[in-house]
């Protein structure tokens, strides 16, 4: 089950009520200091269970004392039946409990008088008068209601089950007359709130960390993972422990008993006296902590040190609880992931963050007003927020949305384009380097006449395929009135090729030169020869173009994956790039890829 959406009314600075759609994976929430961003990931820590967040009175942005604050969440990827018990399984369609598009819409209302909420399933759900009730009754009542309308014995697939007779009864009364309505959960029948409890139990584990968390190891969210890797270790060993927990204390009062013998040949009163004896089992404690090769603890590093590595223990933390209480998945919610880290940091934990969300258990959130970080987002998931008249506005999902989310960030490209005679806009860092180090050893080995920065071309990052900056990035390249060429990675065999291959198909179309690797990345030209002398873990190394070669590199090396473009493709000569950039063509003819790219790309000065 899955967050599909959340509406958010009376809350903080939202008057109105406002619907926030949430992308499968992972969901940007951008936009300018102060405009309602943390307000939507802290209503979801109060509208999930266990989450630290509480309502207060001023959260209520109503001058009624009666006013309520409305929190609700859409779901979608429902479980195809609820049991309630072996004998007893129903399905939310069949109990109209779904709303009309066949998620399930969950209402929870607060008041200020109250610390507990209203609660409420949004349904499409029958309004004719005998039908519309049936959730309310207990099974002695739904027996009477069916025999007031002639519901016979027959008609009832198992009468000792109320979900049985509720079925019954609407399908003898035919017409239902179905409409959208709101059913308070507490005024249900017992066998229904058993439905509840079951339903519930599917909902996603919610765990959000806020900016302000403290960075220290004393903190509780990063010492309970601790002592429970502590807890399991102990668990695990615990006939291990016990065994020797006997034989110490065996030991202690084998030596106990003989002083006491020696004692007897001194003073036999006193040594009578004298009993053997633990006050109290043996106890098994361990100070730990996380120290680096110099030997500084967590609480005394860097605060972008701290708050990775705190972070990451709020993941474990997580997905602890989700093991525990056998909840099917974990939504993630970050408040600025980047505070107190440095720039490279947050490119990797953003990354980190789109892989976490890209898993089939989990979704991510995240808020952030840093333009590099709302670059890296996919444009599908990213939503902004801007106040007029007062009022949070929250838009997405199209190309006037991103202008604006790009103006008012400021998202712009690398400021040495403004003195270059032509641009290539690459995805990232590591790019920049396949392209400058191949440029340099081909035109060494005089396959090229100059590399594109002696020409004037200059690398610009964009980011990923059809994000937010690589948008953006395009679109001031044109400004600047020079020309631009666009170099992606094909994503081989993995489900982003396609969509790489039509960004690359529509800039032909407009008359730009667009190139695409013929490998998964640049990471895939590496020759594992030349990675073999430093591999660490698990000998030989082997991968093919469709591999994710940097992971698999990074792990034998003991390389951060980021690092490892760098690290190794400086490593190949002019005879390495022309043995892994040749291809045999549909004609049968041999083809360099590398240097044709850069030859073609010479031409665009």
């Given at each position: 089950?899955?967050l599909?959406?959340i509406?958010?009314k009376n809350f ?5 009520e406002?619907?926030v759609p949430?992308?499968?994976d992972v ?6 200091n102060?405009?309602?961003?943390s307000?939507i990931l802290e209503a979801l820590?109060?509208?999930?269970p ?11 942005n ?6 309520l604050?409305e ?5 979608d990827g429902?479980?195809?039946?609820i049991?309630i ?6 399905t939310l369609?069949e109990?109209h409990?779904?709303?009309?598009n ?5 209402l ?6 109250s610390?507990?909420p209203?609660?409420y399933?949004?349904?499409?759900h ?5 039908a519309?009730d049936?959730h309310t009754?207990?099974i002695?009542?739904?027996?009477k209601?069916a025999k ?6 027959a008609e009832?697939?198992?009468a000792r089950?109320s979900?049985?007779?509720r079925?019954?009864i609407?399908?003898?009364?035919g017409?239902?007359?179905i ?8 005024k249900?029948a017992t066998?229904s709130k058993?439905?509840q409890?079951?339903?519930f139990k599917?909902?996603?584990?919610f765990a ?8 220290k190891?004393s903190?509780?969210q990063a ?5 429970s890797?502590?807890?399991?270790a102990?668990?695990?060993?615990r ?6 927990q006997?034989?110490?204390q065996?030991r202690v009062?084998d030596?106990?008993?003989?002083t006491?013998?020696?004692?007897k040949?001194?003073?036999p009163?006193?040594?009578?006296q004298?009993?053997?004896?633990f ?7 361990f ?5 680096g090769e110099d ?10 040190v701290r708050r990775?590595?705190l972070l990451n223990?709020?993941?474990a933390?997580a997905?602890?609880?989700?093991e525990d ?7 993630y919610a970050f408040e600025e992931?980047?505070?107190s880290?440095?720039p490279?940091?947050q490119e990797?934990?953003v ?5 976490v969300g890209q898993?089939?258990?989990?979704q991510?959130?995240?808020t952030?007003h840093?333009?590099?970080l709302a670059?890296l ?5 990213l939503r902004?927020i801007?106040k007029?008249a007062?009022q949070?506005e929250?838009?997405?999902g199209?190309?006037q949305?991103l202008a604006?989310i790009a ?11 403004s003195?270059a005679k032509?641009?290539?806009?690459v995805?990232?860092a590591g790019d ?5 180090h191949?440029?340099?050893k081909?035109?060494e080995g005089g396959?090229i006449?100059f590399?594109?920065?002696e020409?004037?071309i200059?690398?610009v990052i964009?980011?990923g ?7 953006r990035?395009k ?11 666009t170099?992606l990675?094909s994503?081989?065999?993995?489900p982003?090729?396609?969509k ?6 529509e ?8 190139y695409?690797?013929r ?9 594992p020869?030349?990675?073999?002398p430093?591999?660490k873990?698990g000998?030989?190394v082997?991968?093919t173009?469709?591999?994710d070669a940097?992971?698999i590199?990074?792990a034998a090396?003991v ?11 400086q490593?190949m ?6 043995r ?7 004609n049968?003819d041999a083809?360099?890829e ?12």
């Open positions: 089950m899955k599909k959406e509406g958010i903080r600075g939202y008057k109105a406002r619907r949430v992308d499968a969901t940007g929430i951008t936009g300018r102060d405009v309602g961003k307000t820590d109060i509208f999930f266990g989450g630290e967040t509480a309502i207060d009175k001023d959260d209520f109503v001058t009624q004392p009666d006013g604050v929190i609700r969440c859409i779901f429902l479980p195809a039946e049991v018990d072996e004998a007893n399984k129903t369609a109990e409990l779904l709303n009309a066949g998620d399930l819409e969950i929870k209302r607060y008041k200020r008088s610390k507990e209203s609660i399933i949004v349904a499409a029958p309004s004719k008068a005998g519309d049936l009754l207990k002695g009542d739904l027996k209601r007031e309308l002639g519901v016979t014995d009832v697939a198992d089950m979900a049985s007779w079925g019954a609407w399908t003898k009364i017409d239902l007359a409409q959208e309505r709101e059913l308070e959960i507490g249900f066998d058993a439905i409890d079951k339903l599917q909902l996603p584990l959000l960390f806020k900016s302000d968390r403290e960075s190891d903190d509780p010492k309970n993972p601790m002592q890797a502590v807890s399991q102990k668990e695990e060993l006939a291990e422990i016990e065994k020797i006997d034989e110490i065996k009062l030596r106990a008993q003989k006491l013998d020696k004692l040949e001194m003073d009163a006193l040594a009578s004298l009993v053997p004896r006050k109290k089992a043996p106890t098994w404690s100070d730990f902590s996380l120290d030997d500084i603890p967590i609480n005394k590093r860097g605060s972008g990775l590595i223990f709020f993941r933390e997905e602890r609880k989700v209480n056998k909840a099917p998945s974990v939504i992931p980047e505070t880290q440095h490279s940091n990797m934990l990354r980190a963050l789109i892989q898993r089939c258990n989990c991510v959130l995240l952030t840093v333009p590099a670059g987002l996919p444009t599908d998931g902004f801007e007029k007062g949070p929250i838009r997405y199209s190309d949305v604006d103006d008012s960030l400021g998202v712009f490209p690398d400021p040495n384009a003195v032509g641009l290539l806009l995805e990232g920049v380097v396949f392209v400058r191949a440029a340099l081909l035109k396959h006449p590399t594109p920065e020409k004037g200059l690398p964009i980011g395929c059809g994000n937010l900056k690589h948008w990035t679109r001031l390249a044109d400004q600047f009135g020079i020309p631009w060429a170099l990675d994503d081989l065999g993995t982003e090729e396609q790489n291959r039509d960004s690359i198909a800039l032909h179309k407009l008359g730009k030169k667009a695409i690797t490998k998964r990345e640049p990471e895939n030209y590496i020759l020869e030349v990675v073999a430093y591999v873990v000998g030989a082997a991968y173009d469709t591999c940097k992971k590199i990074g090396t390389k951060r994956q980021e690092d490892v473009l760098e690290r190794f493709w490593l000569t002019v005879e390495h790039i022309r892994v950039e040749r291809y045999v063509d549909e049968g083809r360099f590398l240097t044709e790219m850069l030859c073609d790309l010479l031409t665009l000065v």
